[in-house]
């Protein structure tokens, strides 16, 4: 089992960034494959980025594709989500999740493990 805590969330203008952290407990997190989800009030979880066990394979959703970067430290047990360029859009609540299961990694059902989540406001 791993626990998930979330980290990095704020207030920030249009075009800012910022850096999410997702700090994992427990020492197999290398087995884990993981994610980045948000919800914007009103509206369902939806997938924004994943990044496989090693780190080799990442994908994202087509709303951040040249913005957003996942990328993971399996030495410090953490997995991040820079966020570049930001709009108004991006505003959310941002969930870190980990499954140790084979996907679909782009879906909800995917993960067995999530984070509480970091609240995001882009201002325009």
């Known amino acids: 089992q791993v626990q998930l805590v979330e980290s990095g969330g704020g207030l920030v203008q249009a075009g800012d960034s910022l850096r999410l952290s997702c700090a994992a407990s427990?020492?197999?997190?290398?087995?884990?494959?993981m994610g980045w989800f948000r919800q914007a009030p009103g509206k369902e979880r939806e997938f924004v980025a994943r990044i496989s066990r090693r780190g080799s394979i990442v994908s994202y959703t087509d709303s951040v594709k040249g913005r957003f970067t996942i990328y993971r430290d399996n030495a410090k047990n953490t997995v991040y989500l820079q966020m570049n360029l930001l709009k108004p859009e991006d505003t959310a609540v941002y969930y870190c999740?980990?499954?140790?299961?084979?996907?679909?990694?782009?879906?909800?059902?995917?993960?067995?493990?999530w984070g509480q989540g970091t609240q995001v406001t882009v201002s325009s």
């Open positions: 427990g020492r197999s997190f290398s087995t884990y494959a």
């Open positions: 999740a980990g499954t140790s299961g084979y996907g679909p990694y782009d879906a909800v059902y995917g993960y067995n493990y």
